[in-house]
């Protein structure tokens, strides 16, 4: 047979799996941030079912190649590295030829200790999880030294196939052994290769007589090892006797410089044969409902980053949130909610949509006139992202000063009320007057609820958390009503017009909302949670107890309120007996608001108050009697 040189088959396609891509996202945006640095990765070749059509071998990638403790009985292990870049010009921007030379390099050092480990991959990536499309481009570095010249003497099938196949099969992941004078196999290492007479190959080519270029890759080392060897039999061992064949080789010249003399070939072609990288879109291939919910997160994780690498997502995320108010301020807090991750949501209204509400309250439409507020506001936040648990619940909440006209009706809602703020962590005071929110801040206090309120002026806003209840802390913050000296009564009983809608401007409804969903993230991510500090703070910031707006000069104050002992609604005179009374005790409340002065004691306050102002014009009376004498 006349001398030829060698021809090679590219060592394996690779195959990636999409959900190799689907974790190299979230690895990005929840463990790597912007760390580019070296990711390594776990695959295997399968040897034993080479594709029909295929020259040679896959490479299998999925989203197990990032944990290097699984192990894949089917295939041949094979170690990887992933080099993920930050920006899509980073990524275009690497010399390829000098990445491959590197890696060949590495490949080369790592086999001079350990033979099996000088096979190898890498994969050069960009995630734009934006729009879930994946740069990409694999490359399995296959060297031979520059001088080093193979030459095929001879070849032919292999006919001891079971002895060969017999060893791999008891040593699964190793590529490669040697065969000494006595026909013994052993592991191909720099020791044994001084009697080796054969390099054993795992053949992951499947054209004929023709090995993959991981053969170069060995024939290197074993020139490297032993620099005076001219000859050697090559043994391609594949999954079938009938394809297995050996090669005699002549292994022409010496090495040269290892740092100049590397020969390398390893990018992977495209479908079109074309060297160049690849790009996958998984945004038609991935569920629309999963790629809203991971896409919602994106922002949010986004922050952590570098931001606020210190904030809590996952406290926002559970947090179960009740609104009461669906109308223009419980719209723009839902929205707020949303953007950041909040996934329970609830809208409690008794009203339903008019010909003037979506205008200025953004969860309803032309449509949507004449319905249920709560369902219809739930109803568009589902529209907006599908996965929240937004309901709507249709309840006239009990005002404290309107007496009770049908007890079963207003009993069932009063019931219905106290489980929903049962169930939620955080509750939202959104409603158009001050005695729609007594109960609902009484209950908060009973439930030890985070409780955020806000309320709205033509040119002017109030956004305030209430002090966490608790009776033994005389430093506790007030609640909306702690600055009163007399319990809210009926105000919506003869108003006129103006009186009856809310009449604002209309960006003051947009800063309050946000102001309030913004004073609740910051609650969340203080260690005690509502903590009755004022003056706290978190890594977002101030934790304030009230913000006061005032649009006619652009100004907000962050003011503190001590609780008040004879508060109306948080007074632990009040809270614990509706602890112990319950709807008896709210009943009292609603027939007569003066029953919650009586017990509160601002009964007392008033009169002391009273004869304050009685003994001040006296002496008046007094000091001008005394003028008019003189």
């Not at 007496?403 to 158009?432: A, S």
């Not at 007392?604 to 009376?621: K, L, M, N, T, Y």
Request: proline share 4%; aromatic share 10%; hydrophobic share 40%.
């Amino acid at each position: 047979m006349a001398e030829t040189y060698m021809k090679f088959v590219t060592p394996c396609q690779s195959f990636i799996d999409t959900s190799f891509f689907q974790e190299l996202a979230r690895l990005k945006l929840d463990v790597l941030k912007l760390d580019s640095s070296t990711k390594e990765l776990t695959s295997y070749i399968d040897t034993r079912q080479i594709p029909k059509g295929s020259a040679c071998a896959h490479l299998f990638l999925s989203d197990q190649s990032f944990d290097s403790t699984i192990y894949n009985e089917v295939g041949v292990p094979i170690r990887g590295f992933l080099y993920n870049y930050n920006t899509i010009g980073q990524f275009k921007e690497i010399d390829k030829t000098a990445f491959l030379h590197q890696r060949a390099l590495e490949a080369f050092q790592r086999g001079r200790e350990n033979p099996n480990s000088c096979v190898e991959f890498s994969v050069i990536s960009f995630a734009d999880l934006k729009t879930y499309k994946f740069f990409y481009w694999v490359c399995v570095p296959c060297f031979q030294t520059e001088s080093l010249h193979l030459t095929n003497l001879a070849s032919g099938p292999l006919q001891n196939w079971n002895k060969f196949n017999d060893w791999f099969e008891n040593h699964p992941g190793i590529w490669s052994c040697l065969s000494n004078d006595s026909g013994e196999l052993l592991e191909f290492s720099r020791d044994h290769t001084a009697n080796c007479t054969s390099l054993v190959i795992r053949d992951t080519s499947k054209i004929e007589m023709v090995p993959s270029a991981f053969t170069k890759n060995f024939v290197s080392l074993l020139k490297d090892f032993r620099p005076e060897l001219e000859k050697v039999r090559l043994v391609l061992a594949r999954a079938e006797e009938k394809s297995s064949f050996w090669i005699d080789v002549k292994l022409a010249s010496k090495m040269g410089s290892l740092s100049s003399s590397l020969k390398v070939t390893g990018w992977e072609r495209n479908s079109q044969n074309k060297l160049t990288p690849r790009a996958t879109d998984l945004s038609s291939l991935i569920d629309p409902l999963q790629i809203a919910d991971q896409s919602l997160d994106l922002n949010l994780k986004l922050m952590k980053w570098r931001v606020a690498p210190e904030i809590d997502l996952d406290v926002i995320k559970k947090t179960k949130v009740l609104l009461l108010g669906a109308g223009t301020l419980g719209c723009y807090v839902a929205r707020v909610l949303l953007a950041w991750g909040v996934r329970e949501i609830t809208f409690v209204d008794n009203g339903t949509v008019s010909y003037s509400n979506p205008v200025r309250q953004p969860l309803f439409t032309f449509e949507s006139c004449g319905k249920p507020k709560a369902a219809a506001a739930a109803e568009s936040l589902r529209q907006v992202f599908p996965l929240v648990h937004a309901r709507g619940v249709e309840l006239r909440v009990p005002m404290i000063g309107h007496p009770v006209t049908i007890e079963e009706k207003e009993h069932q809602d009063f019931e219905t009320l106290v489980e929903l703020v049962r169930t939620h962590d955080v509750v939202f005071l959104l409603m158009d007057s001050r005695e729609t929110r007594w109960l609902p801040t009484v209950l908060g206090c009973a439930e030890n609820k985070v409780v955020i309120n806000a309320a709205l002026g033509f040119d002017s806003y109030l956004v305030m958390r209430h002090g966490m209840y608790n009776t033994l802390d005389e430093y506790r913050l007030g609640c909306y009503f702690c600055q009163d000296v007399v319990a809210p009564s009926d105000s919506l009983t003869d108003r006129t017009l103006d009186q009856m809608c809310t009449v604002t401007r209309p960006g003051v409804a947009l800063m309050a909302a946000s102001q309030s969903v913004e004073l609740l993230i910051s609650v969340l991510q203080h260690p005690d949670r509502n903590t009755n500090d004022a003056s706290a703070q978190t890594f977002l910031g101030d934790l304030p107890h009230q913000i006061r707006g005032f649009l006619n000069e652009f100004k907000t104050l962050q003011l503190r309120s001590p609780s008040f002992e004879h508060c109306s609604a948080c007074s632990s005179s009040v809270v614990e007996q509706f602890k112990s009374k319950g709807w008896e005790f709210v009943v009292n409340a609603l027939n007569n608001y003066k029953y919650i002065e009586d017990l509160c004691g601002l009964t007392d306050v008033q009169a002391q108050a009273e004869q304050a102002i009685s003994e001040v014009f006296d002496e008046w009376e007094e000091e001008l009697d005394d003028a008019v004498l003189l």
